[in-house]
């Protein structure tokens, strides 16, 4: 049986369609927690790919760089892109392994540290409390509530650990399994990489099939514009990151202060969030060095300032250039509402999908209204001539009546 076309045209068929669409919405938000569980369950198993993907895309600009500048007197395409692959990836591996290295004796380190002084420190908090007891005692403020909450929260604390065994258990296996997919991933992206010029052909030409000539060719300049934002986004602060990481390495040493690899690791990477990275990192160096030494944490706090200040107004506006001249107005709604909605993913992805949901606006939304009134105005016009000729004719006929 055919299906008529113009059984739309109808108005029964229009309304039982309204009404079927009416019921799919109720049913949809009805049982949305269903939805979502479902949802989630589908990209639980397509987690690896995702991942590997964006890892794929992230290494992408150090392969490009290793194809295009180490081995471009090679004449075979693909041999230049398979050791440009295994190239990123060694380099990707070396700094892993050496990060490891450093990370992992300083982390023992500070927490033999932590348990060996935890009597020092509990007796530093003591007398610290003991004096705003007797401090109370002379002033007008009253700060029994305040002992009384932190005991009663000790106190919880103590009984509830045993009964959260449980949770550290099931932490501990979440934690394997999530080390495990992302090892997964990393393998998978490899072969993303090494196959990256066969799937873009391939994806290109479905879009091309499916899409006019016209449409493809805008398709393809909006997403090379969004590459471009995302890469020279990613580059950026990874060389920011670096840079800050240094920086804050090379003041350690200079200063004698301890800790140096940690807390210099901890400051390059929650560098990487905008505007509350660099404040989560200082508060937790600060919170590390004051455990040894508060003078030491106050030098630090003091060096992040600066070098913070060096950062915002030198080192990124270089890096960046106008490439992502955002304002900061929106970058902050961005950060705020991708991170209840994102958690850390949407924090970090939040300036170049600023800058990109900028780019939309300024390029084909304003572009696309303009164009719109422009033919608007054009209609009147064209609609208000021939009501001018009109009216001449009728001016000549009265003169020719006269």
Not at 12 to 34: E, K, P, Q, R
Not at 262 to 277: E, R
């Amino acid at each position: 049986m055919k299906l008529n076309k113009n059984i739309l045209k109808n108005r029964w068929a229009s309304n039982a369609l309204a009404i079927s669409i009416g019921v799919i919405v109720y049913l949809f938000f009805s049982n949305l927690d269903m939805v979502c569980k479902g949802i989630g369950a589908f990209f639980g198993f397509i987690n690896p790919v995702i991942i590997a993907l964006i890892i794929a895309y992230v290494m992408d600009p150090l392969a490009r760089l290793f194809e295009h500048k180490a081995f471009h007197g090679l004449r075979k395409e693909k041999t230049r892109r398979n050791l440009a692959v295994v190239c990123t990836v060694l380099i990707i591996l070396l700094g892993i392994v050496f990060l490891l290295v450093a990370l992992i004796p300083q982390l023992i380190d500070s927490m033999i540290t932590l348990v060996h002084n935890a009597d020092k420190y509990a007796s530093q908090i003591r007398n610290f409390i003991d004096g705003l007891q007797k401090g109370s005692a002379n002033s007008r403020f009253d700060f029994s509530k305040i002992f009384n909450a932190g005991q009663n929260l000790l106190t919880t604390i103590i009984n509830k650990m045993p009964d959260n065994l449980d949770e550290i258990i099931n932490t501990s296996f979440s934690i394997g399994r999530n080390i495990v997919t992302w090892i997964i991933a990393f393998i998978m992206s490899i072969y993303f990489l090494a196959d990256k010029k066969r799937l873009q052909a391939g994806f290109g030409k479905l879009m091309h099939a499916i899409l006019s000539e016209k449409a493809f060719n805008r398709s393809c300049n909006f997403w090379n514009r969004c590459n471009s934002i995302m890469t020279r986004y990613i580059v950026g602060e990874l060389l920011d990151a670096l840079i800050i990481g240094m920086s804050n390495f090379v003041f350690f040493l200079i200063a004698g202060l301890p800790y140096s690899v940690l807390i210099s690791v901890v400051v390059g990477v929650t560098n990487l969030a905008p505007t509350f990275g660099p404040i989560v990192g200082g508060a937790v160096g600060a919170f590390i060095l004051v455990l040894n030494n508060p003078w030491q944490a106050l030098w630090f706090l003091i060096f992040t300032l600066i070098l913070q200040t060096i950062d915002g107004y030198v080192i990124k506006p270089k890096l960046f250039g106008n490439t992502l001249g955002v304002s900061s107005v929106w970058i902050l709604v961005c950060i705020i509402v991708g991170g209840r909605m994102f958690s850390v993913p949407g924090i970090l992805l939040a300036i170049p999908f600023a800058a990109i949901s900028e780019y939309v606006y300024k390029q084909y939304l304003l572009v696309a209204l303009e164009n719109r009134k422009s033919k608007a105005k054009k209609k009147s016009s064209e609609s208000e001539k021939p009501m001018q000729a009109g009216s001449d004719s009728e001016t000549v006929e009265m003169k020719t009546d006269v």
